[in-house]
């Protein structure tokens, strides 16, 4: 192996989504191509330099990770989905202090995913934005922290609960 096992994963965005469209099992090339828009071209040094540090597996036309490919993806997993938060968002999250949050809250940042920043309105600013009322309304899982405390939040996170939310 002449490259560390981090800077093998790490160091291609072609590597890292392979490995992680890889993690739901085996794969043909066609699948992996349509999945990730790229050509066979663009992918196959990729599956070699895997292959080579048998991070990944060929079985005929398919890709599978290796039980040692498996491994490594599931410790990897939370920091690419650390990054991909703090990259969403880095005005956001690099001017924060988000040291009081507790450990378990900030070891989970990565689970935010696609989230967005949803800025107040100016001429609004006591009422919640209308977009966070209607992803409340629609949701079937809910977990919040907040600033601030608004008398909204009380009434709907009730009526929230009460719908089994």
Not at 50 to 78: A, C, H, R, T
Not at 96 to 106: C, G, N, T
Request: hydrophobic residues 40%; proline residues 5%.
């Amino acid at each position: 192996m002449g490259v560390s096992i981090v800077e093998l994963v790490c160091r291609s965005e072609k590597r890292k989504n392979l490995l992680v469209y890889l993690k739901d099992g085996p794969r043909n090339m066609a699948a992996i191509k349509k999945a990730l828009d790229v050509t066979s071209t663009g992918v196959l040094p990729q599956i070699k330099l895997l292959k080579d540090n048998d991070i990944i597996l060929q079985k005929d036309d398919e890709y599978e990770l290796s039980i040692f490919g498996s491994i490594v993806v599931q410790k990897i997993m939370p920091v690419f989905k650390l990054t991909r938060t703090l990259e969403k968002n880095p005005e956001y999250w690099f001017s924060r202090d988000i040291s009081a949050l507790p450990m378990q809250f900030m070891e989970r940042l990565g689970d935010l995913g696609d989230s967005k920043v949803i800025e107040p309105d100016v001429n609004s600013l006591f009422d919640p934005p209308q977009e966070l009322i209607d992803h409340l309304l629609v949701s079937r899982h809910v977990i919040a922290i907040t600033s601030y405390f608004h008398p909204y939040y009380v009434r709907h996170f009730l009526e929230l609960a009460r719908k089994g939310v």
